[in-house]
């Protein structure tokens, strides 16, 4: 079975542009979840989706949303990007929301 | 709301030697606990995981992790340690039952450098 997989691998924005990260879960999984990696934070969760429905959501402004898609693929957008949204995003895919989450290579976003 | 303490975010260790990974956590609910590792530029690689029924809990490769309700620990150990197993680790909660939605809750990580 292919792993999770995540697009783009890198990403270069400067401040107030927007961007959108994708990822395809491992196929049958259904819960999709996103998380934010950065040095100084450690690793927080940012949302979950189900069956295209955003059913968690972490302490981000608004300004970070996302997406699922009916063949469980998600997007997370985050607009309006700041210098302190550089990080590694990974996204985690689980049969079910309370197994154990398999997680992709990241994204890795540098705001300059 | 659940929260996880690594007592150690660096640890030195020789090649051979045993080594402990020290992970406590906090819950008013019953939770499972994993451990993941993560390699520079990777994504996390799930380690072993404590779901139920045995608390002692192994990986294919040679890590060892045992649940102590009463302590709230985790601990992560392995007998002898290899070059390969440099990598930053991560002990991790979620709430059972499916309550978190999806929301693992992680230590701040603790780096093992394995030195020759």
């Known amino acids: 079975k292919a792993g999770v997989t995540q697009t783009p691998r890198y990403l270069i924005k400067t401040r107030g542009q927007q961007v959108t990260l994708s990822c395809s879960p491992i196929?049958?999984?259904?819960?999709v979840s996103w998380y934010q990696q950065t040095p100084g934070q450690g690793l927080q969760f940012l949302f979950e989706?189900?069956?295209?429905?955003?059913?968690n959501k972490g302490n981000f402004p608004g300004r970070f949303s996302g997406r699922q898609f009916s063949n469980s693929r998600s997007e997370m957008n985050v607009s309006t990007l700041e210098l302190g949204d550089s990080a590694l995003y990974l996204c985690?895919?689980?049969?079910?929301?309370?197994?154990?989450?398999?997680f992709g290579p990241g994204t890795r976003l540098t705001v300059l | 709301a659940q929260s996880v303490t690594q007592l150690d975010s660096q640890v030195p260790v020789f090649e051979e030697a045993p080594v402990e990974l020290r992970c406590n956590y906090s819950?008013?609910?019953?939770?499972?606990l994993f451990w993941y590792v993560q390699y520079p530029n990777q994504g996390l690689q799930l380690l072993l995981k404590?779901?139920?029924?045995?608390?002692l809990v192994e990986s294919i490769n040679g890590f060892e992790a045992e649940f102590n309700k009463s302590q709230t620990s985790f601990h992560l150990r392995k007998p002898s340690v290899h070059i390969s197993d440099t990598a930053e680790y991560f002990c991790?909660?979620?709430?059972?039952?499916?309550?978190?939605?999806?929301?693992?809750?992680f230590g701040q990580g603790t780096i093992l450098t394995v030195h020759p």
């Open positions: 985690a895919s689980s049969y079910l929301a309370g197994d154990e989450q398999f």
């Open positions: 196929s049958g999984h259904r819960s």
């Open positions: 989706y189900f069956s295209e429905t955003q059913r």
């Open positions: 819950s008013s609910v019953s939770v499972y």
């Open positions: 404590y779901l139920s029924g045995s608390t």
């Open positions: 991790a909660v979620i709430l059972t039952g499916g309550t978190s939605y999806g929301k693992l809750t």
